[in-house]
Every structure is written in structure tokens, then in C-alpha cells.
């Protein structure tokens, strides 16, 4: 299984943006895809998360009121929009699948596929 991240951009604060992520490959059945982020010197985050089959959605605190994700499971597809984009939010998007379960949905290491990532950057 392959991920490919779309939609970074550079975007003003106060802006919008969507990114998607598209899987491809013969067999792709994760438990759960995520949204991570990586700032400059920082370590990667979680952002956002979705249960596979069922849709449940699972969010960090910082962006839980801004961010939704979504997914399209015929077109093997997830999305991250992005409102009320803030300078803080400047950091890579990597896009995220595994099998894992729901105690560790926010833990990159339940995740065994990654994008290359895609740059957002918010000017103030």
C-alpha cells in the first residue's frame, strides 16, 4: 500500500485548506487513518484521526474545533479541512494507515503506512 498526501499550500492566517491523502495497491483494509503533523524541531503529532469502516473521528485538542477529517472508502481517499488556519499550524501533513486499535489511535506507532507529507505553512 502506497499513501499520497495533496493540498499543501502556503495559506494566511484566518484561511482554509483541504488536504488529501489517496491510497493505492492491491489491499488496503486499515483499522484507522490519521493526519500527523511535524513543525521544525518538533517531534510529530497527532492531528486527527478516523475508524475505517465506521467513520468514527478522533481529533487533537488544538484542532478539534477547526480541523475534520473524512474519508471516501470506495475511493480510498482521506481528508483533512482545515479552517481558521492559525501560524501554529505550520508544520508537515503526513497522512497515516495501520491496523491498530482504539487505545493507540493517537500514537504513530500504531500506524505502519506513511505518505511523504505534504508542507502547510500559515503567514500571520
Known amino acids: 500500500v502506497r499513501l499520497e498526501e495533496f493540498g499543501g499550500a502556503l495559506v494566511q492566517a484566518g484561511g482554509s485548506l483541504r488536504l488529501s491523502c489517496a491510497a493505492s495497491?492491491?489491499?488496503?483494509?486499515?483499522?484507522?487513518m490519521a493526519w500527523f503533523r511535524q513543525a521544525p524541531g518538533k517531534e510529530r503529532e497527532f492531528v486527527a484521526g478516523?475508524?475505517?469502516?465506521?467513520?468514527?473521528?478522533y481529533y487533537a485538542d488544538s484542532v478539534k474545533d477547526r480541523f475534520r477529517i473524512s474519508r471516501d472508502k470506495a475511493e480510498r481517499m482521506q481528508y483533512l479541512q482545515m479552517n481558521v488556519l492559525e501560524p501554529d499550524d505550520t508544520a508537515i501533513y503526513y497522512c497515516?494507515?495501520?491496523?491498530?486499535?482504539?487505545?493507540?489511535?493517537?500514537?504513530?506507532?500504531?500506524?505502519?503506512?506513511w505518505g511523504q507529507g505534504t508542507q502547510v505553512t500559515v503567514s500571520s
Open positions: 497515516a494507515a495501520g491496523r491498530g486499535i482504539l487505545s493507540t489511535v493517537r500514537q504513530a506507532t500504531a500506524y505502519t503506512t
Open positions: 495497491g492491491d489491499t488496503f483494509s486499515p483499522t484507522y
Open positions: 478516523i475508524r475505517w469502516s465506521g467513520g468514527h473521528t
